[in-house]
């Protein structure tokens, strides 16, 4: 479904009074989700993930939700705890209908929409009843709760399978009936006879396993998904991390598995989405890395400190995973550091603050310059040595009081210099994000975090520091300085060559942007020198001192450029991207990419193939 049916019914949603944001559409070539837990390249459950931290954005403006849904594809999620909502999620059809029989009720008439397996239906949350999210809410009927921290995916958009949400009945939510708020507050067990039990036992629920894989098998699909999303609940509710999980929920699924005489077989990609969704749903509050190997520790004959090459090769994405950024438009990759670097008053320090205010999981804070941030799992660790007090007062201008008790959750901050020079003890850097809990590290400065940075040897053991942190799942930041001018001339080009240090600074680092102009300018220039996928920009840059964001003032829109009668070629797109009369062969190279890309997209076509002997170039022109 495309943007004007989503966004007609995300306006009418909200002028029903409820509070709607942005979701994952499965029409997208990849998942636009940004759960704290969820890989966008090998999403399994699309069209589900929201797009934005939806219990702090989630709108009922419609100017703000005109912005989101205009544009790429956009499933629509309804926040039900802000929209004062609670929703009946019926995975099997006609399960909720059964349900209400078998105590005697009925289902009242109330705001139904059809969903790709089921029916939601809406309820008025009643003021005396607290409920949030419950899984297998009903015994074993296929039926979930979705109250106080949950989301449901809206009328109008599509589900994976190709069908359309759709509204069924029409009327406003009904109140909560009453026969259903006691079913939920009495503590429901599986059917008399079942083998599956409970799974409140051992420190991480796992003692609960041989005795699932030692039960009867069923071919109840009901049985089947509470069996499931309760053991994953339990799974998540103890922070097991997800790879030990992963193996632990597949045990089960083999003990759930039917066979293929069975009129509904479940699949393991089937089931591990059950899991992915359990752990998007319910983020633990704290997550940390995995603990790493101690070189001098004696780990016996059979521990191996190696990967298998098969794993190392296959298991990584093909692409890189953005942190920050969307598709191949990454500034932050992860497992790869990214450096901000400029002069003295460009911004460094306020692109940095925004960005770990976006991996903290606010809202406010969810893109920056136009690029989605993915929250972290963790906390953010802020390394403030280079003028703490002025870190604080740019902190300031982007938030209030009425933050602070989530800033102590999310933010740590180190304050003045680190406690050892970080190039010297190349493991101080990691054993501070552990201490801090932070999965999320902003170094501010790198000229304070090591002493001597023109120094190839204090480079080469800075980088070491950081590849230690990196490879441990931490995501790194870093601000930095540029060298100074020969002579104090400068140059019209920006190149990676202008920062200060050894060149394994930044060889070391996967991504290097450079801001260009004059101390408190206004508006400054952002280069992408340095790239994990395709190159951003160069853009425009306009600080607002007064709340200290930064957005996108100007940046050169090939396709308007291209609407010439003649078409443009890559000089003609060249000068325009990169504002010079003369530019070089690699800006022509970089044009051209980008315009094959528009083309591949399908927003631009070729009206002239290039040939060399004649010297006539090719030329590209809107659609």
């Known amino acids: ?80 705890g802000l929209s004062n909502l609670v929703v009946v999620d019926e995975d099997v059809l006609g399960d909720f209908a059964r349900y209400a029989a078998s105590v005697g009720e009925a289902v009242p008439d109330t705001f139904t929409v059809q969903t790709g397996r089921g029916q939601h239906f809406y309820f008025r949350a009643r003021a005396d009843v607290d409920l949030g999210n419950v899984e297998g809410a009903l015994k074993t009927y296929g039926v979930n709760i979705r109250g106080r921290g949950g989301y449901v995916v809206g009328p109008g958009s599509l589900h994976a399978s190709g069908a359309l949400y759709a509204v069924l009945d029409d009327r406003d ?128 004959d059979d521990a191996s400190p190696f990967t298998p090459g098969g794993s190392f090769i296959l298991d990584t994405p093909a692409s890189p995973t953005p942190i920050w950024g969307d598709g191949e438009d990454v500034l932050l990759a992860d497992g790869e550091a990214l450096i901000i670097a400029g002069p003295q008053g460009l911004g460094k320090t306020s692109l940095a603050q925004q960005l770990a205010l976006g991996r903290c999981g606010f809202g406010e804070y969810a893109d920056l310059l136009g690029y989605p941030i993915k929250p972290g799992e963790g906390r953010v660790l802020y390394l403030a040595m280079d003028r703490p007090r002025q870190v604080a007062r740019s902190f300031r201008r982007m938030v209030g009081e009425a933050w602070r008790a989530e800033l102590d959750e999310h933010l740590s901050v180190w304050q003045g210099p680190p406690p050892a020079d970080l190039a010297k003890h190349t493991g101080l850097l990691l054993d501070l994000c552990r201490k801090a809990d932070a999965d999320t590290v902003v170094v501010d400065s790198l000229k304070d975090a090591a002493v001597g940075l023109t120094d190839d040897e204090v480079g080469a053991s800075y980088n070491r520091a950081r590849q230690t942190a990196v490879t441990a799942g931490v995501q790194l930041v870093e601000c930095h300085h540029n060298r100074k001018l020969l002579g104090g001339v400068k140059t019209e080009r920006r190149t990676i060559d202008d920062l200060y240090g050894s060149t394994w600074l930044t060889s070391g680092a996967g991504s290097v942007l450079l801001l260009s102009g004059a101390p408190g300018d206004p ?93 006539q170039p090719k030329k590209w022109r809107s659609l």
């Open 1 to 80: 479904m495309t943007g004007p049916d989503v966004l007609a019914s995300a306006i009418e949603l909200a002028r029903r009074g409820m509070f709607v944001f942005p979701v994952d559409n499965p029409e997208l070539a990849r998942c636009a989700g940004i759960g704290r837990t969820h890989d966008p390249a090998t999403c399994e459950e699309r069209g589900k993930h929201p797009c934005v931290s939806f219990t702090k954005a989630a709108s009922s403006d419609p100017h703000q939700i005109a912005g989101w849904f205009t544009g790429n594809p956009r499933n629509v999620g309804v926040a039900c």
């Open 173 to 300: 939510p009904a109140p909560l009936p009453a026969w259903l708020v006691t079913a939920l507050r009495t503590p429901q067990s599986a059917s008399n006879g079942s083998p599956w039990g409970t799974f409140e036992v051992g420190p991480r629920g796992l003692d609960a396993v041989p005795e699932v894989i030692a039960g009867k098998r069923d071919d109840s699909p009901g049985e089947r998904h509470e069996v499931l999303v309760r053991y994953a609940c339990s799974l998540r509710a103890r922070d097991v991390p997800m790879r030990e999980a992963e193996h632990l929920f597949k045990l089960v699924w083999h003990r759930c598995e039917q066979p293929p005489v069975c009129a509904t077989p479940m699949t393991w990609d089937e089931a591990k989405a059950q899991l992915v969704d359990v752990y998007e749903r319910y983020p633990v509050k704290v997550h940390r890395p995995d603990p790493q190997p101690n070189p001098d520790a004696d780990d016996g």
């Open 523 to 615: 508006i400054v220039g952002l280069h992408h020198v340095k790239q994990p996928a395709s190159e951003v920009g160069p853009l425009k840059v306009i600080h607002d001192h007064e709340t200290g964001r930064s957005t996108v003032w100007h940046s050169t829109d090939l396709l308007t450029v291209a609407t010439t009668p003649g078409g443009i070629s890559a000089v003609d797109a060249a000068r325009a991207l990169f504002e010079t009369d003369k530019p070089t062969a690699s800006e022509k190279e970089k044009a051209r990419r980008k315009l094959d890309r528009l083309v591949r997209d399908g927003l631009l076509r070729v009206t002239q193939e290039g040939n060399v002997a004649t010297n």
